[in-house]
């Protein structure tokens, strides 16, 4: 797992990874997985998406159970308000880790921490996006001012760097979509360090939560937020 780096006292690692498996890899990853997870993988139509799915839950379980020395299976999830994964309380086997997970394409983005809450997100970059109209409804009034105030031909990463701060900012508290994504700002100009700057909710969250460009790989763009309070 890579260590992030600049986070004075915060133990967070994370790791990238390919859900492409071979089929006895896929097999012994989808063995890990309880009755409810096998059923919400039976939901998804798509086999490429149930696939993923399936392989993405395998990877997370045999990540968490080394961390808590305890065989994959074992591993107990529990979900938050508003559905954000957590570890089950296992006789203080899973005290103060705290995980994130997020995929895109065919890749895996996983995370934890000890004591913090975290949230993650990646994004496959796509050339031929038409990410105009998903800034205008989701980003914040003065995000939209400096995206739309750069040279077009800055424009695309400037999108998926506010996108995947944003989200990963979202995913972190819990609350997801259920809190507005236009009531907080995040850092989106080139050259500028990624920060939540303001939110109009909450303005102590800016001194509560750090936010981290990660070395994702060409072709996609990632961050992780995590609480410092």
Same mark, same amino acid.
């Given at each position: !797992?890579?260590?992030?780096?600049?986070?004075?006292?915060?133990?967070? @690692?994370?790791?990238?990874?390919?859900?492409?498996?071979?089929?006895?890899?896929?097999?012994?990853?989808?063995?890990?997985?309880? =009755?409810?997870?096998?059923? @919400?993988?039976?939901?998804?139509?798509?086999?490429?998406?149930?696939?993923?799915?399936?392989?993405?839950? *395998?990877?997370?379980?045999?990540?968490?159970?080394?961390?808590?020395?305890?065989?994959?299976?074992?591993?107990?999830?529990? =979900?938050?308000?508003?559905?954000?994964?957590?570890?089950?309380?296992?006789? *203080?086997?899973?005290?103060?880790?705290?995980?994130?997970?997020?995929?895109?394409?065919?890749?895996?983005?996983?995370?934890?921490?000890?004591?913090?809450?975290?949230?993650?997100?990646?994004?496959?970059?796509?050339?031929?996006?038409?990410?105009?109209? !998903?800034? =205008?409804?989701?980003?914040?009034?003065?995000?939209?001012?400096?995206?739309?105030?750069?040279?077009?031909?800055?424009?695309?990463?400037?999108?998926?760097?506010?996108?995947?701060?944003?989200?990963?900012?979202?995913?972190?508290?819990?609350?997801?979509?259920?809190?507005?994504?236009?009531?907080?700002?995040?850092?989106?100009?080139?050259?500028?360090?990624?920060?939540?700057? *303001?939110?109009?909710?909450?303005?102590?969250?800016?001194?509560?939560?750090?936010?981290?460009?990660?070395?994702?790989?060409?072709?996609?763009?990632?961050?992780?937020?995590?609480?410092?309070?």
């Amino acid at each position: !797992m890579i260590e992030v780096a600049g986070l004075e006292g915060a133990a967070v @690692r994370y790791r990238i990874l390919s859900l492409q498996r071979d089929p006895d890899e896929r097999l012994r990853l989808i063995g890990f997985l309880s =009755e409810a997870e096998l059923r @919400r993988g039976a939901r998804l139509l798509d086999a490429k998406k149930r696939e993923e799915f399936l392989v993405g839950r *395998g990877l997370l379980r045999e990540m968490l159970a080394k961390l808590l020395c305890v065989e994959p299976r074992e591993v107990e999830f529990c =979900e938050g308000e508003f559905g954000k994964p957590y570890l089950r309380d296992q006789q *203080g086997l899973g005290d103060g880790v705290r995980f994130n997970v997020s995929h895109s394409g065919a890749t895996l983005l996983m995370a934890v921490s000890r004591g913090r809450e975290i949230g993650v997100d990646l994004e496959e970059t796509r050339e031929d996006l038409a990410f105009r109209p !998903m800034a =205008e409804r989701y980003f914040s009034l003065r995000e939209k001012e400096e995206l739309f105030g750069l040279e077009p031909g800055e424009q695309l990463e400037a999108f998926y760097r506010c996108w995947t701060r944003k989200e990963a900012y979202m995913k972190g508290t819990g609350s997801g979509f259920s809190q507005p994504s236009t009531g907080f700002d995040v850092s989106l100009l080139p050259g500028e360090p990624p920060a939540l700057l *303001g939110h109009r909710g909450d303005s102590g969250e800016v001194q509560r939560w750090s936010i981290i460009d990660l070395d994702s790989g060409p072709g996609y763009c990632a961050s992780l937020a995590l609480s410092v309070q």
